[in-house]
C-alpha cells in the first residue's frame, strides 16, 4: 500500500507537467525534473494567490480550480482581465515577458497551483528551446485576449459583454461550442468579468434565461446555446 501511495503521489506531481501544453513533449524525467522544481499549493475560494502590495517572482501553473487575474482602478472600479483554467500557466515573471505587477490572482474557487522559481523557470524552462517558444507564444496569446477584453470594455455594450463572457467561459468548461456548458460563477464574478454591476448582470441573465439560452443555478450557470450567446455578444 505505501508503494501505491508513493507512485499516486508521483503521478499527481506530474500531472502538473503532463496537462501543460508548453509540457507537450517532454520525456518522463524531464517531466519529472520539472515536478521536483514545482511544490503544489492549496488556497481556498476567495483567497489571493498575489497581490500588488505582495507580488511573488514566480510562475504558476495551475492544477485544480479557476484564477481571476484583476486590476483596480484608482476610483475602486475592478476590471478582469483574464479566468486562468487548470493547465494553464500564469504570475509575475519578468524573465519570460510576463508582468503583473498591478494585478490581484484570486481563486474563485477551492485551488491547488504548482509553483516554480525564478532560478527553475531559467534553468529548465529558458534554457529549452521548445518550452520557450511555447511560452512566448501563450503570453501573446493572452496579450491579445487582454487587448479584446479592454476594447470590448469601451465598445460594446452592457448585455454585449455579458453574453460574451459567458459563451467565452462555456466554451472553456466544454471545450466545444455544443449545448449544455456549465459555467460555475456568481453573479458577482461574471460582473467584474464584464466590467458592469452585479445589478445589471443579474436582470441580463434573467433576459437570457426568458430566452431559453441559459438556466441559472446557485453559483453556476447552464448554458443552453453558445453560437447564440457569441451572436448576441458581437462575435
Do not use: N
Amino acid at each position: 500500500m505505501d508503494i501505491e501511495r508513493a507512485a499516486d503521489r508521483q503521478q499527481d506531481r506530474l500531472w502538473c507537467m503532463a496537462e501543460v501544453d508548453i509540457f507537450c513533449d517532454l520525456d518522463e524525467t524531464e517531466m519529472e525534473a520539472l515536478s521536483q522544481a514545482a511544490p503544489m499549493r492549496r488556497y481556498g475560494s476567495g483567497e489571493l494567490v498575489y497581490t500588488p502590495h505582495q507580488p511573488l517572482e514566480a510562475l504558476f501553473i495551475l492544477k485544480q480550480g479557476r484564477i481571476r487575474i484583476f486590476r483596480v482602478s484608482p476610483d475602486g472600479r475592478a476590471l478582469t482581465t483574464a479566468i486562468i483554467s487548470p493547465g494553464t500557466i500564469f504570475g509575475e515573471m519578468v524573465i519570460v515577458g510576463q508582468q503583473m505587477h498591478d494585478s490581484f490572482a484570486e481563486a474563485l474557487e477551492d485551488i491547488v497551483v504548482c509553483v516554480m522559481s525564478e532560478a527553475d523557470v531559467r534553468r529548465l524552462l529558458l534554457g529549452d528551446s521548445r518550452i520557450a517558444t511555447r511560452i512566448s507564444e501563450t503570453l501573446g496569446r493572452r496579450l491579445g485576449e487582454l487587448e479584446q477584453r479592454l476594447s470590448d470594455a469601451v465598445f460594446k455594450s452592457v448585455p454585449e459583454r455579458v453574453a460574451g463572457a459567458l459563451a467565452a467561459l462555456a466554451q472553456g468548461a466544454s471545450g466545444t461550442f455544443g449545448r449544455d456548458a456549465q459555467v460555475k460563477l456568481t453573479h458577482e464574478q461574471l460582473a467584474a468579468l464584464a466590467a458592469t454591476s452585479r445589478e445589471t448582470t443579474t436582470k441580463i441573465l434573467g433576459e437570457l434565461a426568458d430566452l431559453g439560452l441559459i438556466s441559472l443555478g446557485r453559483g453556476k450557470i447552464t448554458v443552453h446555446d453558445q453560437d447564440r450567446l457569441r451572436q448576441l455578444g458581437g462575435y
